[in-house]
C-alpha cells in the first residue's frame, strides 16, 4: 500500500517567515493533493497537483511535485497567523478514482 | 460550493451503544468516504461507498458497518462502541478523476465513556 511520509512533523516559525512543508510517497505519485485543517475541523482542499514538475499557486501559497522523486512540497511566502494550523498531503495511488492515502501531518504554528 | 454535512459536532456515548453518524453532501456525487483521524496516526478510511447500496472497506473496518440508502446520504454505525473508537471522524465525498478532488464535512468528535 502507499504510503505518506511528511516532514517536519510540526513547525514554528515568526510571522514574515517563509516556510516549506516536504510530502514523500513511497509509490509513483498519480495524484498528489494538498489540504489544510484548523484544528477540531474538516479538511479545507488548498491543491491538486498530477504532472511531473507542475507548480500551482494560490495567493501565498505555492506547491511543486517533483515526479522523479514522488515528492512534493508546499511553500509558504511571507506567513501570517492565518496560515497556521494542519497541513495534509493526500496521493491517489492510481488504478481507482475514488481514494486517497494520507500523510500524518505537519502542524503550523506562526507566531505574531 | 460542494456541500458536506455531517449531522453531530459532538457526541458522548457510553461503551456498548448504537452509535449513528450521519452525512449529507449536496454534489450527486457517487463516492462517498468515511475517515477517522487521531493523533499520531493520521487520517485513515474506514469504509466508503461508489454507489448507492454499495459499500467496500477501507484500511480499518472492524468494528464498523455503513448504510447508503440514498445518493446523497452515508451513516457509518458503530454496533457497539467502545472506549478505542473515540476519535475525530470526517464524511468525504468526490472523485478523483479530471481535475476534480475530494471534499470533506466538517467532521465530528465522538467520545466514547
Known amino acids: 500500500s502507499q504510503e505518506l511520509e511528511q516532514s517536519p512533523q510540526s513547525l514554528i516559525v515568526q510571522e514574515g517567515k517563509n516556510l516549506t512543508i516536504n510530502c514523500t510517497s513511497s509509490?509513483?505519485?498519480?495524484?498528489l493533493y494538498w489540504y489544510k485543517q484548523k484544528y477540531g475541523e474538516g479538511l479545507i482542499f488548498l491543491m491538486m497537483?498530477?504532472?511531473?514538475?507542475e507548480e500551482k499557486s494560490h495567493e501565498k501559497i505555492t506547491a511543486k511535485l517533483d515526479e522523479k522523486k514522488q515528492q512534493s512540497s508546499l511553500h509558504i511566502t511571507a506567513s501570517q497567523p492565518s496560515h497556521a494550523g494542519i497541513y495534509l498531503c493526500?496521493?491517489?495511488?492510481?488504478?481507482?478514482?475514488?481514494?486517497?492515502?494520507f500523510g500524518k501531518g505537519t502542524l503550523l504554528t506562526v507566531n505574531p | 460550493d460542494v456541500k458536506v454535512t455531517q449531522s453531530s459536532r459532538y457526541l458522548v456515548k457510553r461503551t456498548g451503544e448504537k452509535v449513528f453518524l450521519e452525512c449529507v453532501q449536496d454534489m450527486d456525487h457517487e463516492n462517498m468516504f468515511w475517515y477517522r483521524q487521531d493523533p499520531g496516526l493520521g487520517l485513515r478510511l474506514i469504509y466508503f461507498s461508489y454507489d448507492v447500496k454499495m459499500k467496500e472497506k477501507g484500511d480499518i473496518p472492524e468494528g464498523y458497518s455503513v448504510s447508503r440508502e440514498k445518493k446523497e446520504r452515508f451513516s457509518l454505525i458503530l454496533e457497539s462502541a467502545s472506549t478505542n473508537q473515540t476519535s475525530m471522524y470526517l464524511c468525504a465525498t468526490g472523485v478523483l478523476s479530471s481535475g476534480n478532488t475530494i471534499y470533506f464535512g466538517e467532521g465530528s468528535w465522538l467520545t466514547v465513556v
Open positions: 497537483l498530477q504532472k511531473g514538475g
Open positions: 493526500g496521493a491517489d495511488g492510481g488504478g481507482s478514482n475514488y481514494k486517497l492515502t
Open positions: 509509490k509513483t505519485l498519480y495524484g
